[in-house]
């Protein structure tokens, strides 16, 4: 992709984002930034699937149509305000946690990608994903995957944070490797997804000391 459809790419997506957020000039900035993500999210979900016949302009055009990049930032938003809930309101970390959504729903994105394969599929994939996707599910997926890190370590304390991010990590390459079932992360029809047992930090990211 060339620098100039780089560029126009980022430009229309930024455009939208600007005139969904009500058009705010103070947020120009951010909806720039934001529309790069959403761009570079796909040109790299692209570049895993190694198929040179799935173009850009393709993935992207159905992309736009399907998800676009106001459904991208109300998904980050909506991810980042469960983890904001689950770490008890912690106000000092609101964009810690819009860090680590966006990250986490730019993994998805390369996902599906990868998983369809085709510009038309990679669409209806993520469209399919987040008519179902919980992210209280989802957040207990990372839970999970953490927890089991802790008991295979001989359930030691004082490395939780290096717990959760290796589970963090294994859920993310799973997911951008499109080789995990999305639709785990959807809420079951019996409720939240049951945790083996004590977690070793109560809900939310934990912190560093």
């Avoid at 016949?53 to 736009?64: I, P, Q, R």
Wanted: some cysteine; proline content about 6%; aromatic content about 12%.
């Amino acid at each position: 992709m060339a620098q100039s459809d780089h560029e126009r790419y980022v430009q229309e997506a930024a455009s939208l984002l600007w005139q969904t957020g009500g058009e705010n000039v103070e947020k120009t900035v951010d909806c720039w930034l934001a529309a790069e993500k959403y761009v570079q999210n796909i040109a790299l979900g692209i570049g895993k699937t190694g198929l040179k016949s799935l173009g850009f302009k393709d993935v992207y055009a159905h992309m736009y149509e399907t998800f676009s990049p106001a459904t991208y930032q109300e998904q980050i938003r909506s991810l980042a305000s469960a983890m904001w809930e689950g770490s008890g309101r912690l106000s000092d970390r609101s964009l810690d946690f819009w860090t680590a959504a966006e990250k986490h729903i730019g993994t998805i994105i390369q996902g599906a990608i990868v998983r369809a394969a085709s510009p038309l599929g990679a669409a209806e994939t993520l469209q399919q994903i987040f008519e179902v996707f919980s992210p209280q599910s989802y957040l207990d997926s990372l839970r999970v995957h953490a927890y089991y890190i802790w008991e295979a370590s001989g359930r030691q304390y004082g490395q939780t944070l290096d717990h959760w991010l290796s589970g963090e990590q294994s859920v993310q390459d799973a997911v951008a490797a499109g080789g995990l079932n999305f639709f785990a992360f959807a809420l079951p029809p019996g409720g939240p997804v049951q945790r083996p047992g004590p977690v070793p930090k109560p809900p939310g990211r934990p912190n560093k000391r």
